[in-house]
């Protein structure tokens, strides 16, 4: 009878473990408990072999192990039902709904690319109004009223104030920069500008551009062409040449635009290039000393240079995008293309 006992005691412990993951598990189980030739059946068998006086008590042992097989049976039995159907109640195997997921802007993507090669070398991001006063987007960039320099750019006025200007650059953020009146200084301004043109392929009357502004003791131009030396080489690739040309720009002296050599023909002629072999990317310069002085920095003490690229250009050229009003549609289709890069 103590072996019987222990016997159960295994079995018990089994069952109570056993959890069948599907109807072939539970069928395995109703077979080797409750089957004719099961181990319920065979300790019951057992019971012949028990002493006369042991039987009642070995009894109520043998039927609560039954009872526990055939429950535990029970509980599962709704896999068989399952399995009894034509086909399984939920087909796992079907893709679930797919839900679509944005990508970024490739302006957004080009931006966060410049971004991030300038804070590799000290630059930090800084933002303005997109609604600018007459002094922070032109006067004290040293252009003042009736300068020439101002119809370069056709700018659009906010009627409720003959002040107030939609922003034509961001080098309106370098003058709010300097009048915080912190020095040293570097950093790099990204943003929307607005610009009075008639829309096509080519010219928008909103766009985006990235400046940068860096202002300390003994700043020269040779640093200033490092640092773009450096980014053209970080963005489109080692190989990539670039060029200075002497330029005018009120804010800076001496003023230069740079070409980097054509990414797309590599110098040979293309589209892109207009057949020059170079494009041009940014204008830049020494900050004017007017400019210094109107925000109250002596520029015999400081120097700085700035620099100001169109984003949407950089992103034509990395990316061959040959009309402007692209950007602004919201077609996904274009969108979707720069979903990898
Ligand atoms: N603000 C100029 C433009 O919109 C670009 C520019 C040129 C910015 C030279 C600068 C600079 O900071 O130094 O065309």
Redesign the pocket.
């Known amino acids: 009878m103590q072996s019987l006992q222990e016997q159960i005691k295994a079995h018990e412990q089994d069952i109570n473990s056993f959890t069948p993951a599907d109807a072939k598990e539970l069928e395995e189980y109703r077979i080797k408990y409750l089957g004719t030739k099961g181990i319920v059946k065979q300790i019951f068998g057992e019971m012949k072999n028990v002493p006369v006086e042991q039987k009642k008590e070995a009894g109520q042992v043998l039927n609560a192990f039954k009872q526990l097989a055939e429950g535990k049976y029970e509980e599962f039995k709704h896999l068989q039902d399952g399995a009894s159907q034509k086909g399984p109640a939920i087909d796992i195997t079907m893709p679930g709904t797919e839900l679509p997921l944005g990508t970024r802007h490739p302006l957004r993507m080009v931006e966060n690319q410049i971004v991030s090669i300038f804070e590799k070398i000290g630059f930090s991001v800084a933002t303005g109004p997109e609604i600018e006063d007459d002094w922070h987007n032109f006067t004290s960039l040293n252009m003042p009223e009736h300068h020439p320099a101002r119809d370069?750019?056709d700018t659009f006025y906010v009627s409720q104030n003959p002040d107030w200007v939609l922003r034509?650059?961001?080098?309106s953020v370098?003058a709010r920069i300097m009048e915080q009146g912190k020095l040293p200084v570097r950093v790099l301004c990204p943003g929307r500008?607005y610009r009075n043109e008639t829309i096509s392929a080519r010219a928008h009357c909103f766009f985006h551009?990235c400046?940068?502004?860096y202002i300390d003791k003994g700043v020269s131009f040779a640093d200033l062409k490092q640092a773009l030396y450096y980014f053209v080489t970080e963005m489109f690739g080692p190989d990539t040449k670039v060029r200075f040309r002497p330029s005018y720009?009120p804010?800076?002296e001496p003023?230069a635009e740079m070409d980097i050599s054509c990414t797309v023909c590599g110098g040979s002629g293309c589209n892109l290039c207009k057949h020059t072999g170079w494009v041009e990317i940014?204008?830049?310069?020494m900050?004017h000393p007017n400019m210094l002085r109107n925000f109250g920095i002596d520029p015999e003490v400081y120097t700085g240079?700035?620099?100001?690229?169109g984003i949407e250009r950089i992103t034509q050229i990395k990316y061959q995008v040959n009309d402007l009003r692209l950007y602004s549609q919201n077609d996904v289709r274009f969108l979707k293309q720069f979903q990898s890069q």
């Open positions: 370069m750019q034509t650059h961001t080098s370098q500008v551009q400046e940068g502004l720009f804010f800076t003023s940014l204008g830049c310069g900050v240079y700035a620099f100001g690229m």
